[in-house]
Structure formats: structure tokens, C-alpha cells
């Protein structure tokens, strides 16, 4: 009688064992991918279903997006300047069958990818570009990564250039090389400004030119405001007729030219 019993028991639980290896339960963001004697029959999943237990093997994929740092890399770039960029990757799995079959570990996979791509992308471009372009330079590692990695049924989505690290003496001659820029610009400006002026001013000398009155007028306004200061200013005005008189008795240049040939 003990012996049945104990037979029963051990039945019982070799039954409830076969029972929990045989019932999988895969959540929402997970698949199953099942092996049947060596050979893939497919993913399953998510929800609850039964393998057949010492005959079936299942492979847990994650179809969640993973968000993977790109270790720091040393990259000599176009024009011969080291730099030390950090990026990152995101990427998912689309398809579990070839992310399980077609590679031994598609995260380590994808990483060396991404590490190989962005020293030989990177290297190919100047700095200036790096630095301005980020937005072309992310898009265009993204396509390349993803096409390597698609056989594997990876999906790289994005791929961001976090950090460019330049040595000291290159953030110096950058420093120098920016101070000079404005120190252009500023020159540029300030030559802009006289031009305006000096033309402002030929203009108003056409003016006055054409009304003599008006000159006057200036002439007598400035007195007025050098008076107002309460100097020892002497002022000894002098009529515009004089002025021209004396330019009409002056001989022209082409006259004086003659008179000594």
C-alpha cells in the first residue's frame, strides 16, 4: 500500500514537473523562439503555450528598444585631428527567428557595428563638419549600421553623436580662431559705418552747396552751441563770399601747369 502511494506521489510530480516545462508564458514585449529537435519552427508568443518538454528548446527574445552606449572612440579625422567621440545607439529586434539564427549575439553584434562604423564614417570628414553637420553625420550612421545589421533582423532606429572631446591646443587655435573672426567682422562693420558716413556727408555738402542760406544757418548754429558752453572760445565769423572770392582768384592747377612748361 505504501509502495502505490509512494508510486502515485513520485508520478504525481514527475507529471506536475513535465507540466511546468511544458507551459511557457511569454510576456507582451517578449517571443519565444522554438527549437524542435535542433530545428527552428518559429516564435511564439506572447501569452501562454505549451512545448513539447526534452524535445522542444525555447530562445527568449526582447522586442524592446535598447539603448546602447557606443564606447569612446579615438578618430583621427579628414584633416588630421584626433578627436574622442561618444555616440549611442538604439535599436529593436523585429524579427526573433534570424536575431536567434543568423547571429550568435545580435546586441554584441550590433555594438561592434556601431563602434567600426563610426570610426570609419567619422574618418572621413573634416572637423568643421563634424561639428556643424551632426544631424547628416547621425542620419547617414544610422542607414549604414542598419543595413549591416537588417540580416540579423535588427532594426536600428537612431544613432546620436553625444560628445565630441577635442585636445587642448586644438580648443585653443579654435578660440583664436573665432576671436579673429570677430575681430573681422568688427572691422568689416566699422569700415561699413565710414562708408555710410562719408557718403551721408557727401550728400549733405551737395545740399548746403546748393543753398547758401542753409549754410549759414549750420554756421551760426554751431556758434550757438560752442557759446553755450561758457568758454574762451574767440569765434571771428567770415562771410562765404570771401571764401569763394578767394577760390576764384586762385589759379587752377592746369593753369599753373602752363605758366611754368
Known sequence: MNGAL?????AAAVALLLLLMAVKIVPEYERGVIF????????KGPGLFVIIPFVDRMVRVSLRTVTMDIPPQDIITKDNVTVRVNAVTYFNVVDPNRSVVAIEDHIKGTSQVAQTTLRSILGQID???????????????????DRVTNPWGVKVTLVEVKDVELPQPMRRAMARQAEAERDRRAKVIHAKGEYEAAETLADAADRLEGHPAALHLRILSTMAEITSERNSTLIFPLP??????????????????????
Do not use: C, F, H, Y
Open 240 to 261: 562765404m563770399e570771401v571764401l569763394r572770392l578767394v577760390d576764384t582768384l586762385r589759379p587752377s592747377d592746369t593753369t599753373a601747369a602752363v605758366t611754368k612748361s
Open 127 to 145: 572637423l568643421d563638419e563634424l561639428l556643424v553637420n551632426r544631424d547628416e553625420i547621425n542620419q547617414r550612421l544610422q542607414q549604414i549600421i
Open 36 to 43: 524542435r529537435l535542433g530545428r527552428i519552427i518559429g516564435a
Open 6 to 10: 509512494t508510486g502515485i506521489i513520485v
